[in-house]
């Protein structure tokens, strides 16, 4: 290192951990023992510091006989696991960190239930009050404060194929809650977990904040696979949804999403349990685009009757997912 900065470091887990930042500089999942290829010293220190965070969920703050100093802030989710920690190593005579470490926050999205939930320090990035925040989220809310990178339909093909060991990074723009604009680069990686609910598939990841979106060249300024998939702008009254086919649940909004219907309750299908067949129909995208009514939760009443439009997406060579089109022009019909 060419002086003590701040190491991000990912602990998500089936590998060691990695680099994933150096001060507001992203790396690409550098292994440790590379990165301090030059100081064995160095690495012993990082794994005892990783060790601790990950198994307490604590600070670590321990100065050695020969005066080196070595820090570690763990970073977790709301479901408890450490994702990664924020560590430096100073030398000898190094008191401390000569600047903060920047905002990096974990989270993870459950790809069996389609829930989501941060942490802290991610609601802290994003701006978001403190009266409105909340321990989960229904997937599709997550991605209403991102503007994806070219990189988009890679990452929506990732969650919906689940595969454990699966691993993404990127740099995004995240629109703050009070406007603000700023460059974020995530990093992640899908696990296998065995749950009281049964077998799920976990996908962890950091966030973290490298700076005003504007002063970030990676930083997209527009939704690249709205803009590159959806060439038409929504017709009054209908709203577009990009939903997993296998369980008809919405993994991100294209358009704002309706305000009558109740979409963002986690774990929970926004359909009528007696239209989970219609839906399994709606999805099969095998003649092309298809049109069905169908009964959504609704906000000011239980039940909404609309009719969605369900046509097929290609996320990658392999991939589809089903581009919905609800049309609150037929609610209640």
């Given at each position: 290192?060419?002086?003590?900065?701040?190491?991000?470091v990912?602990?998500?887990?089936?590998k060691?951990?990695?680099?994933?930042?150096?001060?507001?500089?992203?790396?690409?999942?550098?292994?440790?023992?590379?990165?301090?290829?030059?100081?064995?010293?160095?690495?012993?220190?990082?794994h005892?510091?990783?060790?601790?965070?990950?198994?307490?969920?604590?600070?670590?703050?321990?100065?050695?006989?020969?005066?080196?100093?070595?820090?570690?802030?763990?970073?977790?989710?709301?479901?408890?696991?450490?994702?990664?920690?924020?560590?430096?190593?100073?030398?000898?005579?190094?008191?401390?960190?000569?600047?903060?470490?920047?905002?990096?926050?974990?989270?993870?999205?459950?790809?069996?239930?389609?829930?989501?939930?941060?942490?802290?320090?991610?609601?802290?990035?994003?701006?978001?009050?403190?009266?409105?925040?909340?321990?989960?989220?229904?997937?599709?809310?997550?991605?209403?404060?991102?503007?994806?990178?070219?990189?988009?339909?890679?990452?929506?093909?990732?969650?919906?194929?689940?595969?454990?060991?699966t691993?993404?990074?990127?740099?995004?723009?995240?629109?703050?809650?009070?406007?603000?604009?700023?460059?974020?680069?995530?990093?992640?990686?899908?696990?296998?977990?065995?749950?009281?609910?049964?077998?799920?598939?976990?996908?962890?990841?950091?966030?973290?904040?490298?700076?005003?979106?504007?002063?970030?060249?990676?930083?997209?300024h527009?939704?690249?696979?709205?803009?590159?998939?959806?060439?038409?702008?929504?017709?009054?009254?209908?709203?577009?949804a990009?939903?997993?086919?296998?369980?008809?649940?919405?993994?991100?909004w294209?358009?704002?999403?309706?305000?009558?219907?109740?979409?963002?309750?986690?774990?929970?299908?926004?359909?009528?349990?007696?239209?989970?067949?219609?839906?399994?129909?709606?999805?099969?995208?095998?003649?092309?685009?298809?049109?069905?009514?169908?009964?959504?939760?609704?906000?000011?009443?239980?039940?909404?009757?609309?009719?969605?439009?369900?046509?097929?997406?290609?996320?990658?060579?392999?991939?589809?997912?089903?581009?919905?089109?609800?049309?609150?022009?037929?609610?209640?019909?």
């Amino acid at each position: 290192m060419s002086g003590p900065e701040w190491c991000l470091v990912e602990t998500f887990g089936l590998k060691p951990p990695t680099l994933v930042g150096l001060g507001s500089r992203p790396r690409s999942m550098v292994p440790l023992d590379k990165f301090f290829a030059r100081s064995r010293t160095s690495l012993a220190m990082a794994h005892r510091a990783l060790e601790h965070v990950t198994a307490a969920a604590q600070p670590y703050d321990v100065t050695t006989s020969a005066g080196r100093r070595c820090l570690a802030h763990p970073l977790s989710a709301y479901d408890g696991q450490v994702n990664g920690a924020w560590l430096w190593l100073g030398g000898p005579g190094d008191a401390g960190p000569a600047v903060p470490h920047d905002i990096a926050g974990a989270w993870y999205f459950n790809l069996s239930s389609f829930e989501v939930a941060g942490s802290d320090e991610l609601l802290d990035l994003y701006r978001q009050p403190m009266e409105q925040r909340r321990t989960k989220r229904a997937m599709g809310e997550a991605f209403t404060r991102l503007t994806a990178g070219p990189d988009a339909s890679e990452a929506l093909a990732k969650i919906v194929q689940s595969v454990p060991g699966t691993e993404h990074q990127a740099i995004w723009t995240v629109v703050c809650d009070d406007g603000a604009r700023r460059a974020a680069h995530f990093s992640c990686r899908a696990l296998a977990h065995d749950t009281q609910d049964g077998p799920q598939i976990v996908l962890h990841g950091i966030t973290h904040d490298i700076g005003p979106a504007d002063d970030v060249p990676q930083a997209p300024h527009l939704a690249v696979l709205e803009r590159r998939v959806l060439d038409a702008a929504a017709e009054s009254g209908t709203h577009r949804a990009i939903v997993d086919v296998r369980t008809g649940r919405i993994i991100q909004w294209v358009d704002s999403p309706p305000s009558s219907i109740d979409w963002a309750v986690p774990g929970i299908d926004i359909f009528h349990p007696d239209d989970a067949e219609v839906v399994h129909n709606l999805n099969r995208l095998v003649d092309g685009a298809v049109t069905r009514s169908i009964r959504l939760r609704g906000t000011d009443t239980e039940w909404t009757a609309v009719n969605v439009t369900s046509q097929p997406m290609l996320l990658d060579n392999s991939t589809t997912a089903a581009l919905w089109t609800i049309d609150m022009n037929s609610s209640g019909s």
